[in-house]
């Protein structure tokens, strides 16, 4: 279902406000905000997690399951997309008359006065949000932020800042980008996705251009490398809108050149109005690389000097979830003189992301063997890209599958991971097939040899098997 933009006020008049699903990667960032603006929050969620303890830790009440009386004394209620009309809270909120706001809704309302920088697209948005708020933090504009996912080097997703600028991952899957108040809006690709909302690759592109002309966007940072983003701005140029290009395309505002990759590390030479500078990050691949150039993008907007922004991208050390080393560990059999077999895991569910996600683990791996262990996320995107999901994963040496995660879906009959595998075995690659996912980490365990690098790929909770495969491997596991 898409998402109209609804009315907000002000954050501190929202409470006492109470989160459904409070423990969700998008919810409990915005929920901590809250609480550190001073507001009284409360929770619930259907299972036990780190996210809730931590939060419970801080002081906001929080419970697992769902009790209509567990809303308390709220007047507003907050929910995510995954949470079903007849959850007893949010009936019970119905009948009660409260305010209701969408997650998305929640997080406009903090924005309100700052100066907003969304960032959207149908790939990338958590790790450019992520090094947007690090290089403004690193040349002390000290940003609000709300990303989809913990920065690894402190563990945080959110934080309110003194700063006026306030950073922003902006989803685009149910329409919510066209919730936050937007001065500088990121754009990093527009390739169809979430088509079981959107419908169709047309109307998908054209919610992009109502998100890049929205009132009070004042800029728009656009990938030039992608055929999506390129076609969009060309329309936004001929609607007036002021556009920045990044990539590494001829003409590019921010050009990026002289790219060089070495195990998990890539370097270019960035080039903007007159300025050159080697951008030096500690994570890897091309599209980081263009990441980085979309936050260096946003800094200049906002005027800082680009050497400082430069400097700040070194600092970057990723996002979990996104190329994220889960640790190392000998094979059983392994001789002492032995390579240990290196675990990652990555939240690519696309196509686009898992193609991209391998790309980087092949120049990490080496020369050993690159295995992928992928989980399929949702029963409509399998539907509609088993076939470039298996032409992507080709791309390992050895694939292994596993049934699909439903998330807010039903399943559907006929629909299962093994549509994929098929789809790997019809374009040459080599795949097999664990239903079970329980069953993933011992029969990783069985394939896996000395020196291969192991890549988790999925939006849903296959990023478990890492650390299940590490406690069954050999002694000395990291």
């Not at 005027?303 to 190329?323: I, N, Q, V, Y």
């Amino acid at each position: 279902m898409l998402r109209e933009p609804v009315e907000v006020f002000p954050a501190n008049r929202a409470g006492p406000i109470h989160f459904i699903a409070i423990g969700g990667a998008g919810m409990s960032g915005i929920a901590q905000l809250y609480h550190d603006l001073g507001v009284e929050v409360s929770g619930s969620d259907q299972s036990d997690s780190a996210a809730l303890r931590a939060l419970s830790a801080q002081g906001i009440r929080t419970h697992v399951g769902h009790c209509d009386a567990q809303l308390g004394d709220a007047r507003t209620v907050v929910v995510s997309s995954a949470i079903r009309e007849d959850n007893p809270e949010l009936v019970a909120a119905r009948e009660r008359g409260l305010t209701i706001w969408h997650r998305s809704a929640a997080l406009a309302a903090l924005m309100l006065g700052h100066a907003g920088i969304s960032v959207a697209g149908t790939h990338g948005k958590t790790t450019t949000t992520g090094m947007a708020a690090v290089l403004l933090t690193e040349v002390g504009a000290d940003p609000s932020y709300v990303i989809g996912s913990p920065l690894a080097a402190s563990g945080k997703s959110a934080q309110l800042g003194s700063g006026d600028a306030f950073v922003v991952e902006a989803d685009e899957s149910d329409g919510s980008f066209l919730q936050y108040p937007t001065r500088i809006a990121v754009i990093t690709n527009v390739e169809a996705d979430h088509l079981d909302n959107w419908v169709t690759p047309q109307a998908y592109f054209d919610g992009f251009v109502r998100f890049a002309t929205a009132d009070g966007v004042e800029a728009v940072v656009l990938n030039s490398d992608d055929e999506g983003a390129s076609s969009l701005g060309e329309r936004l140029r001929a609607a007036g809108q002021q556009v920045v290009t990044y990539g590494e395309a001829p003409g590019s505002d921010v050009l990026l050149s002289e790219l060089d990759f070495e195990g998990t590390t890539a370097r270019a030479v960035i080039s903007h109005d007159g300025f050159s500078g080697h951008l030096e990050l500690k994570v890897p691949g091309r599209y980081n690389l263009a990441n980085a150039a979309a936050a260096f993008a946003v800094g200049r907007l906002l005027g800082h000097d680009p050497k400082a922004l430069l400097a700040g991208a070194e600092s970057f050390t990723g996002t979990l979830r996104r190329f994220q080393l889960v640790g190392q560990a000998r094979v059983p059999g392994a001789g002492d003189q032995e390579p240990d077999v290196r675990i990652y895991d990555d939240y690519a569910h696309h196509p686009t992301e898992i193609r991209a996600a391998l790309t980087a683990a092949r120049k990490a791996a080496a020369g050993g063997r690159l295995v992928a262990c992928f989980q399929p996320h949702l029963f409509s995107r399998t539907m509609d890209f088993a076939d470039e999901f298996g032409e992507a994963l080709t791309l390992a040496d050895l694939v292994v599958l596993t049934d699909i995660y439903a998330a807010r879906e039903d399943p559907v009959p006929g629909v299962t991971g093994e549509l994929v595998l098929e789809a790997v075995r019809r374009h040459g690659g080599e795949a097999v097939y664990v239903a079970d996912k329980g069953r993933l980490a011992p029969e990783l365990a069985a394939l896996l040899r000395p020196g291969d690098l192991l890549m988790t790929l999925g939006a849903g909770d296959v990023t478990l098997v890492g650390p299940l495969l590490l406690a069954q491997l050999a002694p000395g596991a990291d």
